[in-house]
């Protein structure tokens, strides 16, 4: 089954990560079979009320639904969303920081563009994922890591 770019505002975490480029996510959608430890899945951090895996727990704004994105905050980057950052810099080459300071500066619509550029798959028209750089739609998946 092949699904076209996904990019949305629903799909945008508060911290900055694009859900539908996120291997979960796209293991989901594509119907790829759970296989534990491997391949997990997710409908996305907004879809499932979740506002933001990551960070919920620990802001108290995003826990009561007060602000959409956290550069919202006052404390915006906090201490828990630069190590998320600092993370996905490392081990994905992907910033949540830079993503909401693209949001917050050119708007939504810019960065979903973006997305759909950085991320759309050049064969089949979906998105590859920020983990293992893999278009779950047309490429094997065995893992949702590199």
């Known amino acids: 089954m ?5 990019a949305k505002f629903e799909l945008i975490a508060p911290c900055g990560m694009d859900c539908s480029a996120c291997s979960f996510y796209l293991a989901f959608i594509n119907g790829i079979p759970k296989k534990r430890g491997s391949i997990c899945h997710c409908t996305g951090c907004r879809p499932r009320n979740k506002q933001c895996a990551y960070l919920k727990g620990q802001c108290e704004l995003l826990a009561k639904n007060k602000i959409d994105f956290c550069f919202e905050c006052d404390r915006y980057p906090c201490e828990r969303l630069r190590k998320l950052d600092q993370r996905y810099r490392r081990c994905y080459g992907v910033s949540p920081i830079e993503n909401l300071e693209v949001i917050r500066d050119q708007g939504v619509e810019f960065f979903l563009r973006q997305q759909r550029k950085r991320h759309g798959c050049p064969h089949c028209g ?3 994922s920020v983990h293992n750089k893999k278009c779950f739609a047309c490429d094997k998946v065995e893992r949702w890591k590199v």
């Not at 092949?2 to 996904?6: A, E, S």
């Open 126 to 128: 979906g998105m590859i």
């Open 2 to 6: 092949t699904h076209g770019p996904t």
